[in-house]
């Protein structure tokens, strides 16, 4: 329990080596897969219930078409500041290279 406390505090300061952006990327892959779980679960139970699906199709649909979108956005958002990371990085070490040329 202490380690988690330890990460989540990690979270909130700065340049402590833990990224938020991956949390919030694996947070919501699990939360999607959760509810995802709980609506085939649900489907199955409406099913042998009465033998019908009563369930509305089109709003599970949306649903989950909303939690998709939430994971690729916060995955867009890790592969963005990751490239620009990346990218600052090499164009600092090829103007230190140029610098340090005779």
Same mark, same amino acid.
């Given at each position: 329990?202490? =380690?988690?406390?330890?990460?989540? =505090?990690? /979270?909130?300061?700065?340049?402590?080596?833990?990224?938020? =952006?991956?949390?919030?990327?694996?947070?919501?892959? +699990?939360?999607?897969?959760?509810? +995802?779980?709980?609506?085939?679960?649900?489907?199955?139970?409406?099913?042998?219930?009465?033998?019908?699906?009563?369930?509305?199709?089109?709003? /599970?649909?949306?649903? +989950?078409?909303?939690?998709?979108?939430?994971?690729? /956005? +916060?995955?867009?958002?890790?592969?963005?500041?990751?490239?620009?990371?990346?990218?600052?990085?090499?164009?600092?070490?090829?103007?230190?290279?140029?610098?340090?040329?005779?």
């Amino acid at each position: 329990m202490e =380690k988690l406390i330890n990460y989540m =505090k990690g /979270l909130i300061r700065n340049n402590s080596g833990t990224s938020s =952006k991956s949390f919030a990327l694996v947070m919501a892959s +699990i939360v999607g897969s959760f509810a +995802i779980i709980s609506f085939i679960v649900m489907l199955f139970v409406d099913l042998f219930s009465s033998y019908e699906i009563n369930t509305d199709l089109v709003g /599970l649909a949306g649903i +989950i078409t909303a939690l998709g979108g939430l994971i690729s /956005l +916060i995955f867009w958002g890790k592969v963005r500041s990751e490239r620009r990371d990346n990218y600052s990085t090499y164009t600092e070490y090829e103007s230190n290279e140029e610098l340090e040329e005779p």
